[in-house]
């Protein structure tokens, strides 16, 4: 059985049948993890759960410590992620409460620390990010998505903005030529971050929103919020179905 943690997404630890046995603080030599992290069981199964923005949600995306999280979780021998992140919609097909599993990521974040190795850097940690989900466990989402019929779209490219503020209408028009289909503030370095370890990561992205300028309308938060919790309700069934067919 691997180790199977999962990323992100306030309120997800609430899966009907979890118990979480442990709050674990894991001390790492890039500091504290955005929180302790929690370990839980689902029949029979463990899972281990870190909220990316700390438990009341206070931690900036540009502020999360990507290498603390990614090491904590490394540290307790997790060796698959599934990372859950809100996110706004650029392609048409994407619309706000839907979900999807990219299959691409292009970085436009600036200050943020990318690397295990930044200060004792050698020619081979160059690692190959060619295709920086891993397929495999992209298909255990999808697999459970057709098993629990939720519809899921497989593939498109994520663009990781810097946030915290969202992007202006001509900015979403750049990643939109640049082929990007939506937009969220977390994906990198967490997904570089967790190749360097060796672990597998996919992600799993609710549309939170269209993207900015794709209408009309000005994003408000209130309308985020409830797209999110309907869309939350889908990720937990997707959950429930991965820990269970591990
Ligand atoms: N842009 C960036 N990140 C986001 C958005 C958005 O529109 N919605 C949710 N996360």
């Not at 442990?22 to 199964?45: A, D, I, N, Q, R």
């Not at 839907?98 to 020619?123: K, M």
């Not at 503030?185 to 900015?212: F, I, S």
Request: one cysteine or more; proline letters at 4%; a negative charge.
């Amino acid at each position: 059985m691997t180790t199977l943690a999962i990323i992100g997404g306030t309120g997800l630890t609430s899966l009907d049948g979890l118990t979480i046995s442990e709050h674990k603080f894991v001390e790492t030599p890039y500091g504290e993890p955005s929180s302790p992290l929690l370990l839980g069981e689902y029949e029979g199964k463990k899972v281990i759960f870190l909220p990316r923005h700390g438990p009341e949600h206070t931690i900036a995306p540009h502020k999360v410590n990507y290498r603390a999280n990614i090491w904590a979780l490394y540290a307790l021998g997790v060796e698959e992620i599934i990372a859950v992140a809100a996110v706004g919609a650029i392609d048409q097909n994407l619309a706000p409460g839907t979900l999807a599993v990219p299959d691409q990521i292009i970085d436009y974040t600036y200050g943020r620390e990318q690397s295990f190795y930044s200060d004792e850097f050698t020619a081979d940690r160059h690692l190959d990010f060619t295709y920086p989900y891993t397929s495999g466990l992209r298909n255990v989402i999808l697999a459970a998505a057709i098993r629990q019929k939720v519809t899921i779209t497989d593939g498109g490219t994520y663009a990781a903005t810097q946030g915290p503020r969202l992007e202006t209408a001509a900015e979403i028009k750049r990643l939109e030529q640049d082929g990007c289909a939506m937009v969220g503030m977390t994906g990198m370095p967490e997904a570089y971050l967790a190749r360097e370890l060796g672990m597998a990561y996919a992600t799993c992205a609710v549309m939170a929103n269209w993207a900015a300028g794709i209408t009309d309308n000005e994003i408000q938060m209130a309308d985020i919020e409830q797209v999110l919790n309907e869309g939350m309700t889908q990720v937990k069934q997707l959950l429930v179905e991965i820990i269970r067919l591990q």
